[in-house]
Nanobody
Framework: VQLVESGGGLVQPGGSLRLSCVAS????????MSWHRQTPGKERELVAA????????KYADSVKDRFIISRDDVKNTVYLQMNSLKAEDTAVYYC???????????WGQGTQVTVSS
């Protein structure tokens, strides 16, 4: 299983970023996928998850109405569109296999998102 995130960076408050996670080594469309984030000294938290087929999604309350998770089963890729970014969204963001109805079982290396003026 390999998960490779990209798209992180420095953005001003109110700005947008789109994270991508390319998956390989397993049958992508048979798994839910999720995004998590972690800041120093805190536990990793679930940000968003998407069920197989993309028919159902769920979000942390802190990002609801600002972030959108989606998937492309042809490209084996899961995305996280992040809008109206706030300083408190600053974290390392991780892609995970699973995470919709159970804990993620494989993780990417993470991508840093920094929201600052």
């Amino acid at each position: 299983v390999q998960l490779v995130e990209s798209g992180g960076g420095l953005v001003q408050p109110g700005g947008s970023l789109r994270l991508s996670c390319v998956a390989s080594g397993f049958f992508f469309r048979s798994y839910s996928m999720s995004w998590h984030r972690q800041t120093p000294g805190k536990e990793r938290e679930l940000v968003a998850a998407i069920h197989i087929t993309g028919g159902s999604t769920k979000y942390a309350d802190s990002v609801k109405d600002r972030f959108i998770i989606s998937r492309d089963d042809v490209k084996n890729t899961v995305y996280l569109q992040m809008n109206s970014l706030k300083a408190e969204d600053t974290a390392v963001y991780y892609c995970a296999r699973g995470g919709y109805a159970s804990a993620g079982d494989s993780w990417g290396q993470g991508t840093q998102v920094t929201v600052s003026s």
